[in-house]
């Protein structure tokens, strides 16, 4: 069963962060040099269809795999081996990741302007690098740890 919990949390991770990727470098670009938060607009509409989804079954599926590993929940923050280290760099990683969604939900998305856009766009970058993080990490992880 772990295989295959694996690779939903792999095949969600490649969607989530690809997107990002394509985002931040080739539609964020555009939309910051056009001064149109539309581009943005358009491009998050039709990516949040597969991204949220994936997502989702990323943490569901990260947290399955946290608990194989680690079942013992309390020892998710000890840092005493690779293993718990990472599962705590993942989580922070993640809350980051949602404090930042938030952030652009509540307080940057309902007034995006052209004014705006460069603050978007850091937001943008900002999870963008957090989701390559989380990849580096579950790569290490997987490969046995640093």
Known sequence: MYIYILLLHILAASIWTGGHLILAF??????????DPDILADF????????????????????????????????????????????????????????????????VIPTLS??????MGWHIRAVTLLAVLFVVVGVGLNAGGY
């Open 114 to 119: 052209a004014q705006t856009l460069p603050l």
């Open 44 to 107: 998050e509409q039709g990516f949040e269809r597969i991204g949220i989804p994936a997502l989702i079954v990323q943490v569901a599926s990260g947290l399955w795999l946290a608990y194989d590993l680690l079942p013992d929940v309390g020892a998710w923050f000890a840092f005493d081996n690779a293993v718990d280290t990472s599962i705590a760099i993942k989580l922070g990683l993640l809350a980051a990741t949602a404090g930042l969604a938030l952030n652009a939900r509540f307080r």
């Open 26 to 35: 080739t539609v964020l670009p555009r939309a910051l040099k056009a001064a």
